[in-house]
Every structure is written in C-alpha cells, then in structure tokens.
C-alpha cells in the first residue's frame, strides 16, 4: 500500500492540461479529481484488490476468533480447504471471490472512462 | 559478526542469484508490459475488453492459490531448482501492464495522429511517442519490482533446493535453522543485515535523484 504515492505522483505530474481545456483549471477541486482519475482507477483497483487478499494478519493475531466474526473470505477459503478439508467448497469460495473482484473491477471501469479517449 | 555469517552460509551466491533473478525478471517484464501496453491503447481489435479484464484477472487470483499449480507445471517442465524457475511466473505482469495503460492514456490522441501522419512505424511511435512520458512511471514500476522480487520468500523457498540458485531470502531461512546458529541472535541480525543492506544503501543514494526525476519530467 505505500507505494500508492509514487504512482499518483507520476502519473498526476505528466498529465496534459490539455485534458482540462475548457473548464476553469485554477484552484477548481473537480477539474482535479477529473485530471486525477486515471491514477485513481489504477490505484483504487489495485488497493480493493490487495484488500481482499491481506489475510497475513488474521493467520497471526485472531485466527478467525472470536467465533468466526474476524474471518475474511479469503481466511474462510483457507479454512474450508485446509482444516475442513473441503475441496469442492472452497473452489467455490475462489470462483466467488473472483467475481466479485472483476464485478467491482468492470464497475470501476465502466464509471471511470470516457467514451472516446480508450483507443485510436 | 559479519564475516562469522559470510562463512556459515554461502552468501556470495545468494547475492549473485538474487541479483540476477530481479534484473531478469525486471528487464522482461519491461519489454512485455510495454508492447502489451501498447497493443491495448492503440489498437482497437474486436474483444480487446475482455481480453483486458482477462489479464487483469491475474491479480485477482489469490497468489497462494497459484503455487500448486506453478510447481506443477515447473515440475513438468523440467525446470524444478534453476533460476529459470524462479523467474518464469512472473515474467508476464498484470500489475505493470495496468500500469503502462494508465501512462499510455495520457499521452495526447493529436501526438500519436501526428506521428502516423509523420509516417512512423509501429515500434517507432512506441519508442518516440509513447514512451518518453511515460519514463517516470516505468521507473515507479520498476521500483517497485526490484523491491517486490528482491523480498520474495515463499516461491523461491518452494522451487528452490540447492545453494546454486537460491535467493537471499530463502538462504535467510536455511540460514536460522542450521544447527550451529543456536539462539545467538546477533548472528540472525547479522544475515538480517547482509539481505536487505543492498536496497537499504540504492535506495539512499538514489532517493532524490528519484523524486527529481518525478518533478522534473512533470513540467513541460
């Protein structure tokens, strides 16, 4: 996660205000959010992504404790393939987990970009 | 304490694999992710949609469901305890790719109509038009690979079996639990110390000259 900041910064520093022509650039915070927003897509896919899969800490200090109400997805899959032995539900468990991220990744997508500018 | 843990472990050859794992690894992920990147921005082919999220799907996966499967296919190959294994897995990256994407977006349409108007061919609007705004951010993923592949630990401790290809952090591991370490932890500091000493020391020598080339490239 810290390495979110590099990227904003490169990626906001080289991008063209020719993108903002037409709109009042100076101090205007929505035309920065608009010029922003090729680094937010990146960087808001990569950090929902990265969310679902920290599951290092839950192994260490709570182990799904107490009762169940500390377990992510991910920790329950390993649970279900491991403890449980339970093959079959938790390829289940990878596939949802799947979907849900490229649903939320499409969505992202769909919201963020234009029409006209993705390719020639 | 230094040279004791030089001579309990062979770190001369970790050093050199670790080395050569990360700029192979780094310098091919260069290549694919820049022509892949490329292929998506300024084509438009049917299902190039879907062929996107498919890569992106990559980082979907959890990475632990991907070492079974890895090994498997590296122990097919023939290809279990070399370097070659290692890096194979990682050669092609989703995470650099999206990132190239995001870069070659914010190049201007009017540059690239300009070159093909200008009569350029495919590599030479990547190299003249594409690339050069997008050097701070290829320096930004590149970063984060070195760093990234420099501290890999499970997937090498799994393929790896001999000193002749092992990296630092898996000769870390093999290193506490040789016998003659004991509970002398100045020894663990010690090999603690020679793994991450190389980035430590890059990273100060070449942290402003990062960030200026950040700043310096932004204003046109």
Known sequence: ?120 | MLKKAFSLAPFGRYYFNTIFIVILIFAVQLVTITIGTFAFVNYKFVGHRVVLFFILLQLMIPPSALLIPNFATIWFLGLFNTKLAIVLPYFGSAFGLFLMRQAFLGVPKSLVHAGIIDGCSWWQLLIHIYLPPSIPILIAFGLSSITWHWNDFLWPLIIINSPKARPLTAGLVRFTQLGEIGARWSLLAAATIIVIAPLFFAFLIFQKRFIQCFINSGIK
């Open chain 1, 1 to 120: 996660m810290g390495y979110s900041v590099p990227f904003r910064m490169a990626i906001w520093l080289f991008q063209p205000l020719a993108i903002g022509a037409g709109r009042n650039i100076v101090g205007d915070s929505d035309t920065e959010v608009y010029l922003l927003r090729r680094s937010t897509l990146f960087i808001s896919t990569i950090a929902f992504i990265g969310a679902f899969q920290t599951v290092d800490h839950i192994f260490v200090l709570t182990q799904g404790e107490p009762s169940g109400s500390s377990t992510v997805l991910l920790y329950y899959l390993w649970q279900e393939r491991f403890e449980n032995l339970d093959i079959g539900k938790s390829s289940a468990l990878t596939i949802i987990l799947i979907v849900i991220l490229l649903i939320f990744t499409i969505t992202n997508f769909r919201i963020t970009e234009e029409k006209g500018e993705r390719n020639a």
